[in-house]
């Protein structure tokens, strides 16, 4: 926000200290998540955060959630019977 000295730039993104506030969006690369991620792209930008969609195959995607390589992810999943998500942490 403004008050955090996040300000909108020329381009709308908003800046701090020369530094657009931007993040990676990572998800697999299917029609729904694609059309899902744009939604959320679009909403972001509309406060001034850059999201950069990186839609990626679902093999691709295991290895970026393996290393925890991601700003942000969207990903369903199925935990079964044990509800701890550990390994997204």
């Known amino acids: 926000?403004?008050?955090?000295?996040?300000?909108p730039g020329k381009d709308g993104i908003r800046e701090k200290a020369g530094k657009q506030l931007t993040f990676g969006l990572y998800s697999q690369s299917t029609s729904e998540y694609a059309y899902v991620?744009?939604?959320?792209?679009?909403?972001?930008?509309?406060i001034g955060v850059k999201v950069e969609v990186l839609l990626q195959p679902d093999s691709d995607l295991q290895t970026t959630v393996t290393y925890h390589n991601y700003d942000a992810l969207l990903y369903g999943i199925s935990l079964g019977p044990d509800p701890d998500a550990y390994a997204y942490w």
């Open 37 to 46: 991620t744009q939604k959320l792209q679009s909403d972001w930008e509309k």
């Open 1 to 7: 926000s403004d008050l955090a000295g996040w300000v």
